[in-house]
């Protein structure tokens, strides 16, 4: 029984058509725990429905272990599980932490296409204040599912 | 993103009460869904505390 329906396949199909370039989902989990997180093994189910409707090569799944694989969990900076690294032609710090799913299901696939464009789609304002920042920032944003 | 539910213990520690909230630098909170430019402006903070 797959996760998104017949409706949502197609939309999702439709939305990474207009994927420029090739973006991989780095998945954390729990392979090797008998007792995977809760919601770990659906988000990783949900990732690998997603990456199954991109046009081919496009959108790859790459799934780790959270506490067998220390190098890819320091290399990404993850620190709680599930997450989700969305990197494209250079990782922009994206990460998604808990099951993208309700509105966040929306913001994951508009991440993948704008990663994959490697265009933020910010105004000129925006990139000239930014650019400005010289430290390392931490921008956590939380929501709910619904 | 961070799915608050999922983390309760972290939507505790940044006293996440609604959604979105934003937490840059474990220091700044925005309330809501903000703009681009306040964002900005929120973000220009960590320059100068």
Redesign the interface.
């Known amino acids: 029984m797959p996760l998104l329906n017949d409706k949502i396949q197609i939309e999702v199909r439709k939305a990474l058509q207009n994927m420029a370039g090739p973006v991989k989902l780095v998945m954390f989990t729990q392979i090797s725990n008998a007792l995977e997180c809760e919601m770990c093994s659906e988000t990783k189910a949900l990732v690998e429905e997603i990456a199954a409707l991109s046009p081919a090569g496009r959108l790859s799944v790459e799934v780790h272990d959270f506490l067998d694989d220390q190098a890819a969990t320091e290399q990404y900076k993850v620190d709680k599980i599930p997450a989700i690294a969305v990197v494209g032609a250079q990782d922009y710090g994206i990460r998604f932490y808990g099951i993208p799913s309700g509105y966040e299901f929306s913001s994951l696939m508009d991440d993948i296409v704008t990663v994959s464009k490697a265009e933020s789609g910010l105004s000129a304002a925006t990139k000239a204040a930014v650019a400005k920042i010289d430290r390392p920032v931490h921008i956590q944003v939380y929501v709910t599912p619904t | 993103?961070?799915?608050?539910?999922?983390?309760p213990h972290?939507?505790n520690k940044?006293q996440?009460y609604g959604?979105?909230?934003?937490?840059?630098?474990?220091t700044l909170h925005i309330e809501g869904a903000v703009p681009?430019?306040m964002l900005?402006n929120e973000?220009?903070k960590?320059?100068d505390p």
């Open positions: 993103m961070v799915e608050a539910t999922e983390f972290l939507a940044y996440v959604v979105p909230r934003t937490v840059i630098n474990e681009e430019p900005v973000l220009m960590v320059l």
